[in-house]
């Protein structure tokens, strides 16, 4: 089917009406005993209630939770203990992308699949509802601002829906496989579209609005390889960083200058492998980043990383080289070179730290006779250059404080580089600094105000060109389903 023309808005509606009927099939038919909780498990609503009804009970035993009168037991999990409580944060363990963390149970329960069959299936569809609204001393644009380009306005970020199977990688008898379909509609489409699947939406009609097949993979769980392995194919989250695109993914609503011009979704084979409970080794190769494997602009790029994780689960150093190749000029054909660092200061405090350098060759010169194509940006070359590399580097900080087990304060800094302005637009080292508060009403509801200050150093880098200096506030709704 086409989605061109007039018929484009309608197939963009029905892509993820499709996605959820056919995986409640699937949910309706696949039931572990072994793994499915009880009916009453959270939130505790009887299969005879009518859909609706066993849905808002979820809700409603999440955000009024009756007097605990036992002492839930931990379950089984193979590796170092988790390093954080979450929620309030994002993730309990120290992230690794291209892999679901090796050894941690499936524990998560959704409203949603509590309702379609009381959670009692591997196969899990959930996702949310992420509006947002910003107030700029920009009038114009808010860019290289990531998520919450659009200046002063109230919109959809994000509306997600998920359809996933985890492996179990606890156990070690068995090998065991997941996989996972995601259908992303809203204005932060911009930011994960992938040359190739439903490019058109942004790099021909410049919609502010659109849907992208985010995320479509399948993971094939080995134990046999040293503490197990797992084998992932398909499209799938660029792999080093602290942030994500997706937005319960984060510390804060919106995004660092680091991450908004990195590469985003990578689309090959991923392999990661637990050596032990310190050491993880990961090797992949893909089509080069954010590319369809059948478009012109990819090219067999390789992707080798490795974690090291301290006894005490204080420190993980997780260093990438990402998507290598000839590193010559096409569609976001970056050179990525990331090296993370968590670090935890006490029970209720911790920081994470990133840093990159990315570069690209035989960049056309933004004024030469030598045009820009494929959807890519030109650079600021030297005089003279009808080609020239263009660099860039950055370095972010996270540091967080918990509150209690619903609230944490979050505080960001963040410094780029983009020596030829291939990545912005303008050739300027700039700054950023945010405070944010996250607030979860129950396990479904998350509210994070921001306020944050950013600094183009070099030229007018904000408002298109009118302002050194931006100034936003601005904050996200995660309704989570």
């Known amino acids: 089917m086409s989605c061109a023309n007039s018929l484009r808005s309608r197939c963009l509606v ?16 696949e039931k572990d005993p072994a793994t499915s909780p009880p009916d009453t498990a959270k939130p505790g609503a009887a299969v005879d209630k009518a859909f609706f009804a066993r849905w808002a009970d979820f ?70 509802l992420d509006p947002t609204l910003n107030f700029s001393t920009s009038s114009r644009s808010n860019a290289p601002e990531a998520n919450d380009v659009y200046a002063n306005r ?35 489409y911009r930011y994960t579209t992938g040359k190739g699947y439903l490019s058109g939406q942004l790099l021909n009609d410049h919609r502010q609005y659109g849907l992208d097949p985010t995320l479509e993979y399948v993971d094939i769980y080995i134990p046999q390889v040293a503490q197990g392995m797992n084998v992932r194919l398909g499209r799938f989250i660029s792999v080093p960083g602290i942030e994500a695109q997706l937005a319960p ?25 637990k050596l032990n409970d310190q050491w993880l080794v990961q090797l992949g190769i893909t089509s080069g980043h954010d590319v369809a494997p059948w478009t012109s602009d990819a090219k067999p790029s390789g992707t080798a990383c490795v974690s090291y994780t301290s006894k005490p689960v204080n420190d ?31 029970k209720t405090v911790h920081m994470a730290t990133e840093s990159w350098y990315m570069y690209e060759r035989d960049v056309p010169a933004l004024g030469g006779t030598i045009t820009a194509e494929n959807g890519a940006n030109g650079a600021y070359c030297f005089a003279g250059e009808q080609r020239c590399t263009a660099p860039e580097y950055a370095v972010v900080n996270f ?27 303008f050739a300027s080292k700039y700054s950023e600094n945010t405070m944010m508060w996250c607030h979860w009403f129950g396990t479904t509801v998350q509210l994070r ?26 904050s996200d709704l995660i309704f989570h389903f």
């Open 14 to 29: 029905r892509i993820p009406i499709l996605l959820l009927v056919l995986c409640c099939a699937c949910c309706a038919q």
């Open 59 to 128: 809700y409603r035993q999440d955000w009024f939770p009756a007097p605990a009168t036992t002492t839930s037991v931990a379950p089984a999990r193979r590796g170092v203990p988790s390093p954080l409580d979450s929620p309030p944060f994002p993730n309990s363990d120290w992230s690794y992308g291209g892999s679901p963390v090796i050894g941690e149970p499936d524990t998560n329960s959704y409203p949603l699949m509590s309702a379609i069959n009381g959670a009692r299936s591997r196969t899990k569809i959930y996702g949310w």
């Open 154 to 188: 109230f919109q959809l970020n994000q509306f997600v829906l998920y359809a996933e199977r985890l492996p179990d990688s606890v156990q070690r008898e068995h090998v065991d496989w997941g996989y996972h379909l995601t259908a992303l509609y809203g204005t932060d």
């Open 249 to 273: 993914n984060n510390y804060i609503f919106s995004h660092s200058l680091l991450y908004a011009i990195d590469p985003f979704t990578d689309t090959g084979l991923m392999a990661t492998v």
């Open 316 to 346: 993980n150093f997780y260093l990438c080289a990402n998507g290598i190749n000839d590193a010559k000029y096409a569609y976001n054909n970056l050179q990525q070179y990331d090296v993370t660092w968590y670090h935890k200061f006490s």
């Open 399 to 425: 540091l967080q404080k918990e509150l209690s087990a619903h609230d944490f304060l979050s505080f960001r800094s963040d410094f780029l580089d983009d020596k030829k302005g291939q990545r912005t637009g």
């Open 449 to 474: 105000p921001e306020l944050r200050f950013e600094r183009a150093w070099d030229q007018k880098a904000y408002d298109n060109g009118r302002r050194h200096d931006q100034l936003t506030v601005a």
